[in-house]
Nanobody
């Protein structure tokens, strides 16, 4: 199983970024996927989840209405569209899936929101 995030960077408050997570080594279309984030000095927190078919989506209250999780099962890719970014969204963002009770993680991509 391999998960590779990309799309992070430096953005001003109010700006947008789109993160991607390229998945390989497993049947992507069968599994739900998550985005998590970890800010400096804080624990990793769950951000959003999408069901295997892309129909069901769920969000942490802190990002609801600003972030959108999606997936393209034909491309084995997970996305996170982040709009109206705030300084408190600064963190390393990770994609995640759980297969047979084991959690798989990517290496993360840094998102910095600052003026």
């Amino acid at each position: 199983v391999q998960l590779v995030e990309s799309g992070g960077g430096l953005v001003r408050p109010g700006g947008s970024l789109r993160l991607s997570c390229a998945a390989s080594g497993f049947t992507f279309s069968v599994y739900a996927m998550n985005w998590y984030r970890q800010a400096p000095g804080k624990e990793r927190e769950w951000v959003a989840r999408i069901d295997s078919d892309g129909v069901g989506t769920y969000y942490a209250d802190s990002v609801k209405g600003r972030f959108t999780i999606s997936r393209d099962n034909a491309k084995n890719t997970l996305y996170l569209q982040m709009n109206s970014l705030k300084p408190e969204d600064t963190a390393v963002y990770f994609c995640n899936t759980e297969i047979w009770n084991y959690n798989y993680w990517g290496q993360g991509t840094q998102v910095t929101v600052s003026s």
